[in-house]
């Protein structure tokens, strides 16, 4: 099997079965809150970084492989190894194997059954009895020559056949049971793809978390010593009457509030790393290798196109699923209709029959059978009128489904937008106050060093760096997860290769395959 992608629109020619009858499926119709759905989301929400236009469209070819622009190869190794060994996503791609097979079986009702057959029948019956004894069969008692029968009828019969059936599909019932499978089929891809760029989204955030705690940590740790030289420092001005019992009872309070937090930090780090260890289909602990020491994902300040647009919400895998089960309902009630009109059948068999098997296969043995036949439901208790209702009732829902799943994803990107044009200015705000710390630090460094600064002001120079630093980590996770809020809410990539994402879908799946069943070699191993 393999998984196409969403964005090709040519698995949608399935759809059409090329047969000239009837059809009673609804004509097409997009609601109409769709159809008012603005154009183009506000220039200066997509525009985060205020570039201009122009700027802006330089910048929207972004690859495939959208998280490529971390510019961090531990970053991309764990997504392709996501994408590989995932377990969410080999449950999704059994999914889609599963809906692709009901496809075949809906199919199956608009070509004729064909069956072959090979009976032996051996019979020994009275001649009194049933059609010889009407004619004057022989009785039991009667003597020898004065019947025309003998006392038993003994014969064998060989026969091998071949049976045709079909019903013709006049009412379009068959085809539109095979539409909607097949807009069920294409409604499952886009739940695989759906499903994948979760998981994308999820390892990347997870990745972030991590980082972002590793850097914790380290900055927890520097500040907890610096607190802890400050604490002993202040406790020797405390005993020289220098510094009060409050100032000595702070600087404590706060080095034992650094000392406690250290290790929450590190159990929620392991915590993160136990997580990404699961979503790449691993045992906890098992990342330690993968995850070097100086992992740093790149900044990314790259503005979002300024002329981005609400039709590429129909790129969204969850869009484009919630289009295909509005479809799938409205076949689904075409095909109801047809229950309620004559079902035309035909039913043939053709075959060599034989009372001696060595004469079977002569061509003089043939024979053939042909039946025609017409059945119109009269009374059944309401039954097809209800199937039809629920059928109406389902479409209805799909479509409140659709509309809601489109004002849902129009809402996510706007929201999106305007959360990544907050976060740039966060991060641009820290940097600046990180910037202005490492210059407090430097200042008092060459005080002290020059005798005419206080050793305690430089200690809590550095103090303030840190927490500065921390709070920067902190903000460089939530611009890069806030662009990452983006991408998923847009499906991805701004610009997509169709082709080019097809061959990548393809790939992925033959790993995926290799690592959830391996040969028996590595087995072995």
């Not at 990539?493 to 799946?509: P, S």
Request: hydrophobic fraction near 40%; aromatic fraction near 8%.
């Amino acid at each position: 099997m393999r998984i196409r992608p969403v964005g090709s629109r040519a698995a949608a020619a399935l759809v059409s079965i090329a047969l000239a009858s009837c059809s009673f499926a609804p004509e097409p119709r997009t609601p109409t809150v769709v159809v008012d759905l603005p154009a183009e989301y506000p220039a200066e929400l997509a525009d985060s970084t205020g570039a201009s236009a122009a700027a802006a469209d330089n910048q929207v070819r972004e690859p495939e492989r959208w998280w490529t622009v971390y510019n961090d190869p531990v970053l991309e190794a764990l997504v392709d190894t996501a994408l590989a060994a995932n377990l969410d996503l080999r449950e999704a791609v059994a999914r889609v194997e599963e809906v692709r097979q009901r496809y075949r079986i809906a199919r199956a009702d608009l070509f004729p059954a064909i069956g072959l057959s090979a009976d032996v029948a051996y019979q020994s019956s009275p001649t009194n009895a049933g059609f010889a004894g009407e004619i004057g069969g022989g009785e039991p008692d009667q003597p020898p020559g004065e019947s025309l029968f003998p006392d038993r009828f003994k014969y064998d019969t060989y026969t091998a056949a071949v049976g045709f059936s079909y019903e013709i599909d006049f009412w379009g019932r068959f085809r539109n049971n095979t539409k909607a499978a097949v807009s069920e089929f294409l409604a499952s891809e886009g739940d695989y793809q759906t499903a994948r760029l979760a998981v994308i989204s999820a390892t990347i955030s997870t990745y972030l978390e991590v980082v972002e705690l590793r850097r914790a940590v380290e900055l927890t740790a520097v500040s907890v010593d610096i607190l802890q030289e400050r604490s002993q420092r202040t406790n020797e001005r405390y005993y020289r009457g220098l510094v009060t019992t409050f100032e000595l009872y702070t600087i404590q309070a706060l080095f034992r509030d650094r000392q406690a937090a250290l290790p929450v930090l590190e159990s929620a780090l392991e915590d993160a790393k136990g997580r990404l260890a699961v979503l790449l289909g691993q045992y906890a602990g098992s990342l330690d290798d993968i995850l070097a020491d100086d992992i740093a994902p790149d900044i990314v300040l790259d503005p979002v196109p300024a002329d981005l647009t609400a039709a590429l919400l129909e790129e969204r895998p969850d869009v484009w699923a919630a289009w295909q089960r509005m479809e799938a309902a409205r076949y689904r009630i075409g095909a109801r209709k047809g229950d309620m009109y004559p079902a035309i059948r035909l039913d043939a068999t053709v075959g060599l029959q034989s009372g001696d098997i060595s004469s079977l296969f002569r061509p003089d043995q043939y024979f053939l059978n042909l039946v025609g036949g017409l059945t119109q439901p009269l009374f059944q208790g309401g039954r097809l009128r209800a199937n039809l209702g629920v059928a109406e009732a389902q479409f209805q829902a799909q479509a409140a489904n659709y509309v809601r799943t489109v004002l849902t994803a129009y809402k996510e990107v706007q929201v999106s937008l305007v959360n990544l044009d907050k976060q740039s200015e966060r991060y641009e705000f820290l940097r600046q106050q990180q910037i202005s710390a490492q210059g407090s630090v430097d200042f008092q460094s060459r005080s002290f060093q020059r005798g005419v600064g206080d050793y305690l002001a430089y200690l809590d120079a550095k103090q303030n760096l840190a927490g500065t630093e921390t709070n920067l980590a902190a903000a460089e996770r939530s611009l890069a997860e806030a662009r990452l809020a983006v991408h998923r809410a847009l499906g991805g990539a701004w610009v997509r290769d169709t082709e080019d994402l097809d061959n990548q879908l393809e790939q992925e799946y033959e790993i995926m395959d290799e690592a959830m069943f391996p040969s028996d070699e590595e087995a072995g191993r």
